[in-house]
């Protein structure tokens, strides 16, 4: 997100804006008219004791025909019944595309339910929601592929403004985010590492249930299953097909080397000069490395069967599957456009609608403790027809149950717009400077934006020593496989006039190693080369000679580290702009300095420091690991933003989740954990539904989906075995 921009005075239907209510709720003397202003702003009436929408006549908008209603909103097209699912046919309604949204739809579709899911970007990859880094030309030199994560990446702060968007860090003057955010068909996922660990127990993993440690042990290790399975999580995909990897692992575990005729590798050899002082490497108390753990990092991946030197990273797509189709075109547009699609897609495809560049701006809340429905703009007819006055860019949606699961800035935006917390002013150091008022003073998600946590971030590279590079060459461990590889580099080399100077095959698989937390190094380990948004290395150096560490670190949850909104200033798509509040506290910052020392001392038993690429920390919020912005807990309301089904505190069918739901701090990449809360979540809006009858699916022996009558709760599955050979599958 961008820039901030100062808000116009509405002249129309079409526009409306937080300092609109802000000046409604400020002026609110108690609870009833706190929600009198909410329901005003949606037009929310009574009728036979029951709270609705006050929707025109028809209430789906027909673009065939003039609109003409300049005080309502109508219900989106997704509601039409001959191109939808119909005004009251929309179970669930959820807020981004990205894996922890896309575990809730496959779930949720699969026990029968149907789902809209809105995306604020559009979809820029094919299949959608896959992988970027899976082109040849990324798989081939994936330094290229950093440019392709700037570019997902978009700059958060303005030139043009000077409201300042983060506190407490020294950022403001340099072009890097706090905090970006990607938007597309995916989210994050069309560009991540892919690294899925599980979060330690007792240092990162949150407690679903408190003092009943084996039940908790039980649910976590069904979760984490179902959600690995989702997401192909793997830790041998670079097994017996890389010698790097097989090098540095060994290595690094000291695993004596069985080929007798040489040497063990020198210790003191290649090591480079450190950027920082001796006295600050060597702090005291280090952790001992006696015992210590390397293993393979668990990854989202699949290396091809038939072409080995090749892997298929996967992402949301992996999760969707084929439930994203062509369908969620609508007709009008598909006939403008001459697209051609199957007349009758497999039923599973039909409970499913995608709706991408369509802003979600607020939930339509009801007084009894649900949501009524949500407001969408939908941003493309903003930008074809924002000078018609019969074609309108604002809709509802109806639904069942409302899932946000758009990240952890555009959750708490998107909560915060709809009026469930206090449209305070405040000053840069994040005090309250607004007038006295007890509604203002009491919102309804107390803890929402607070509590958030980061991971400090320590990097460094390496030239492999030489004394490593020269003993590949006589196959240390004995290993069948790497003397085939190293064979066939070799006669490669003699029908090549410009020889390869490295004994490595020239399409090594890169390494990727870890070294999991523990209680005494409370710190995630990446022992790799990959692409973030930095760490690219020169044309001029062989990459198969660096090798990447990256160390993420953990903060402690505090209430004074938080996300304001403004009142008066929108993002670059007129939502509130968020400004950050953030400092970390002396015990998370003793930990940074532990976990730097630690990085170097691993660091150099691999090799040498690549100039320009010495240990450093890198800059607050690049790990694009925010937590806690939309809590869960066990406190109802007090400390957090829902209990940990996701449902939101006070309402019947709201649902956050994503990273900003997780409330402890973490070292480890928490995608995996977010999908696994995920599916706890959506269990508890199927066992809602309970013993509804509806058409379900499931695999049937060939992988396609086959129709399956049942009750929902009882279609509903944690555990889906996905195939695990060959890949890709036929």
């Known amino acids: 997100m961008t820039g901030g921009y100062r808000l116009a005075t509405p002249t129309n239907w079409r526009a409306w804006t937080t300092q609109q209510m802000a000046a409604k709720l400020d002026a609110a003397t108690n609870v009833d008219d706190y929600w009198d202003v909410l329901a005003a702003n949606h037009e929310v009436k009574e009728v036979d004791g029951q709270e609705v929408l006050n929707l025109p006549e028809p209430p789906v908008y027909d673009p065939t025909k003039p609109y003409t209603d300049k005080k309502r909103l109508p219900l989106h097209r997704v509601h039409s019944d001959d191109d939808g699912f119909g005004v009251d046919g929309v179970d669930v309604f959820i807020a981004g595309s990205g894996p922890v949204g896309a575990t809730y739809a496959r779930k949720l579709v699969d026990a029968g339910l149907s789902v809209v899911m809105c995306e604020l970007g559009a979809t820029d990859t094919k299949p ?3 992988h970027k880094k899976n082109e040849i030309e990324y ?7 950093v440019n392709v994560i700037k570019g997902a990446l978009p700059q958060f702060l303005s030139r043009r403004i000077k409201p300042l968007l983060i506190h407490s ?11 970006a955010v990607t938007r597309g068909t995916g989210g994050m996922a069309t560009h991540w590492t892919c690294a899925v660990p599980h979060f330690l127990k007792g240092v990162e993993r949150p407690v679903i249930h408190p003092q009943q440690e084996d039940k908790d042990d039980q649910e976590w290790n069904e979760l984490y299953k179902g959600a690995g399975e989702l997401i192909y999580r793997s830790e041998t995909e670079f097994d017996e097909c890389s010698i790097r990897h097989t090098l540095i692992l060994n290595t690094l575990k000291e695993t004596p080397i069985v080929n007798k005729d040489i040497k063990e590798p020198n210790p003191k050899d290649g090591q480079g000069p450190s950027s920082i002082g001796v006295q600050d490497v060597n702090l005291a108390n280090e952790p001992p490395q006696n015992g210590r753990v390397y293993r393979p990092l668990p990854l989202a991946a699949r290396r091809l069967t038939n072409s080995p030197r090749y892997v298929e990273w996967m992402s949301a797509e992996s999760i969707y599957e084929d439930l994203i189709v062509q369908q969620h075109v609508f007709r009008r547009e598909r006939e403008r456009i001459g697209l051609k699609f199957e007349e009758n897609p497999p039923m599973y495809q039909k409970k499913f609608r995608l709706l991408t560049n369509h802003r979600v701006t607020r939930y339509a809340l009801s007084r009894k403790g649900c949501v ?9 007819s903003d930008r074809d027809h924002q000078d018609e006055a019969n074609m309108p860019i604002n809709f509802y949606i109806k639904a069942k149950y409302f899932v946000t699961a758009a990240g952890a800035v555009a959750n708490p935006q998107i909560l915060y717009n709809s009026g469930l917390n206090n449209f305070a002013t405040h ?7 607004s ?4 509604i203002q003073k009491a919102p309804m998600l107390p803890a929402l934006g607070k509590y958030i946590t980061e991971q400090p971030m320590a990097f460094c590279q390496v030239v492999l020593k030489k004394s490593l590079v020269d003993i590949v060459s006589k196959n240390p461990w004995n290993l069948d496989w790497w003397a085939a590889a190293y064979k066939e580099h070799e006669e490669e080399n003699q029908y090549t006039k410009n020889k390869d100077p490295l004994p490595f095959p020239r399409y090594d698989p890169e390494p990727q190693i870890t070294s999991p937390v523990t209680k005494e190094r409370p710190w995630h380990t990446q022992i790799h080369r990959d692409a973030f948004s930095y760490g690219a290395i020169a044309a001029t150096i062989d990459s198969r000679l660096v090798c990447d560490f990256r160390w993420f670190g953990r903060t402690q949850p505090e209430e004074s580290n938080k996300i304001l909104f403004e009142r008066d200033l929108t993002d ?3 939502m509130p702009q968020p400004t950050f509040f953030y400092k970390q506290n002396a015990e998370s910052v003793r930990e940074a300095h532990l976990m730097m020392t630690d990085m170097c001392n691993v660091a150099q038993r691999v090799g040498g420091y690549l100039p320009g690429s010495e240990p450093q920390f890198m800059a607050p919020g690049l790990a694009l690991h925010l937590g806690g912005t939309t809590r869960l807990g066990h406190d109802d309301n007090k400390q957090s933003c829902a209990n940990f089904r996701g449902q939101v505190h006070g309402f019947q069918n709201l649902y956050v989740a994503g990273n900003g739901a997780i409330d402890t701090p973490f070292a480890a990449n928490p995608t995996l954990t977010s999908m696994a809360l995920a599916i706890y ?3 508890d809006i199927a066992n809602k539904e309970g013993d509804r009858e509806v058409c379900g699916f499931e695999k049937d022996e060939k992988g396609n989906y086959a129709r399956k009558e049942g009750k929902v709760k009882e279609l509903f599955k944690r555990v889906v075995p996905r195939t695990r050979a060959p890949w890709p599958p036929a």
């Open 435 to 438: 007038r006295p008022n007890t």
């Open 169 to 179: 860090i020294p950022l403001l003057g340099t072009p890097r985010r706090p905090q």
């Open 572 to 574: 670059a798509y007129g």
């Open 681 to 683: 979540s959506a269990e």
């Open 128 to 130: 959608a929601a896959s």
């Open 427 to 433: 000053d840069k150091k994040g005090n309250d400077t």
């Open 139 to 145: 798989q081939k030199d994936i330094d290229r592929f």
């Open 372 to 380: 009524t429905a949500v407001e969408v703009q939908d941003m493309m």
